[in-house]
């Protein structure tokens, strides 16, 4: 699944190619995704010039003179750029034809992704009641203190909560916790502030660093030899289920915390 990291490397490359670029046609070959593509999205689109590509947690903005078209790649969405005439395939459901004879195509296998125009995206429901991006100066070892002190539940799922902090996926909030040395099972409401700052730090290491090397878990961007990212191999906890803990040896364990696989080191995690 996409994740931030992800996420932002997609709109970093798909940019420059965006930018003032004035859009040609908008093809719908198959509208039905998470919600319905609206129908009169060419009417809208087309003609205008593309001003701005920003990024709100995992969704994409691309602000045209009026009007944006919040993009979001669901379980396994990609946009990419290919010359406008490239055949499109099973799972290439919406092209965005520009000025420059590119389109930007966006293939989702399963469908999960979304589509939709909007005149006010940050006040659009799926994005008004989202917490701070983890990388601004909003998010902090403070914030997670406050919002946890009445919060019974564990500090994983909790780091992990949108309302919380924005994009910090199964992946970050794994290898974060064990940076911080704190045990995910912890209750939110029980860490001091001191590991509270900690563990924020992490965190905004950690999804800078995936930043910086193109995020980790999209199969684009796997290597050309077929080789995980350089990423996946510094991972120190996450899909290493019982293997040895890379500081002091331990075997790392597994447990399910809030439905999701929770890798932690039972003797540096607590
Ligand atoms: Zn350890």
Redesign the pocket.
Known sequence: MPELPEVETTRRGIEPHLLNQRVIQVIVRHPRLRWPIPEDLDIRLSGQTIVAVERRAKYLMIHAEVGTLLCHLGMSGSLRLVPADTPAEKHDHVDIVLESGQALRYTDPRRFGAMLWTHDPLNHQLLSKLGPEPLSPEFDGKRLFDCSRKRSMAVKPFIMDNAVVVGVGNIYASEALFKAGIDPRREAKSISRARYDKLADEIKKVLAYAIELGGTTLRDFVGGDGKPGYFQQELFVYGRADQP?K??G?LLKDIKLGQRASVY?P??QR
């Open positions: 803990c500081v002091c331990s080191c003797r540096c």
